[in-house]
């Protein structure tokens, strides 16, 4: 009896969370209804039990090349484990297609110190103008000490003068990705993975202010609710303000 009331408890976190919800923080969401079980009772009771299978992560396409303008140093070269919030800063764009059958893109700026998505602004153009917005969210929003390091790939929006010099007058330091190297970007390679398969190809949207709206509705779930393996299966938020 008390293996069912499990079984029932596991369906409903697994179909709350949009059937995103992986054995690994299965387990964290069970503790917070005091049930105290080990991955790999869970991963039988979810896959052999239940038969709730994983996600499988789509690869995600690349985009053309476009002339460069100012190429930055890799500064982050791959070291992704970051002591402190505000102090270095990752960012990238993906595309989503509108019900119209257009594209809309979104950037979302990411801190490396607890995963969290600090800026995400969807826009109908992939151009310096969307980089710039979502960045001026992140600054009004978190407001961080200059000498911030903003880690990307060498797409012309983050290789415009416009976007350079507006990094240079906000005290953000650029470091970008070496040319055909997603590794160098890895947390954002993640992020956009877990963006496409537990919210992008999960749903239909009606209109762009539905997409938009949801876009939202989803940040704020993988901020405050999904449990992220970097930060020990705390949320990142959780992670952030820790005790």
Not at 40 to 64: C, E, F, Q
Not at 115 to 135: F, G, K, M
Not at 170 to 176: L, T
Not at 210 to 234: A, C, F, G
Request: net charge positive; aromatic share 16%; with cysteine.
């Amino acid at each position: 009896e008390q293996r069912f009331m499990v079984y029932e408890r596991i369906k409903y976190i697994y179909y709350n969370n949009n059937r995103t919800i992986g054995y690994r923080p299965m387990k964290i969401f069970l503790q917070r209804y005091g049930i105290y079980l080990s991955t790999t009772t869970i991963h039988k009771y979810m896959n052999k039990d239940l038969n709730l299978s994983a996600i499988v992560m789509r690869k995600k396409p690349g985009y053309k090349s476009c002339k460069k303008h100012k190429i930055f140093d890799n500064l982050l070269k791959q070291k992704f484990n970051v002591d402190e919030k505000h102090k270095i800063w990752c960012t990238d764009f993906t595309y989503m297609r509108q019900p119209n059958g257009k594209f809309r893109y979104n950037c979302t700026i990411m801190d490396l110190f607890d995963r969290s998505a600090i800026a995400s602004v969807n826009s109908d153009y992939i151009n310096t103008e969307l980089a710039i917005e979502t960045l001026t969210e992140a600054l009004k929003k978190e407001k961080p000490n200059n000498g911030i390091l903003l880690h990307s790939d060498q797409g012309v929006q983050y290789t415009s003068w416009e976007f350079v010099n507006f990094c240079k007058d906000n005290g953000v330091i650029q470091s970008m990705s070496k040319a055909g190297c997603p590794y160098d970007n890895a947390p954002m390679e993640r992020f956009y993975n877990t963006f496409k398969n537990c919210f992008y190809y999960r749903y239909t949207f009606e209109s762009v202010e539905q997409l938009d709206e949801m876009t939202k509705q989803y940040i704020n779930w993988y901020n405050y609710v999904r449990p992220h393996s970097t930060n020990n299966y705390m949320t990142p938020m959780e992670f952030r303000y820790r005790a």
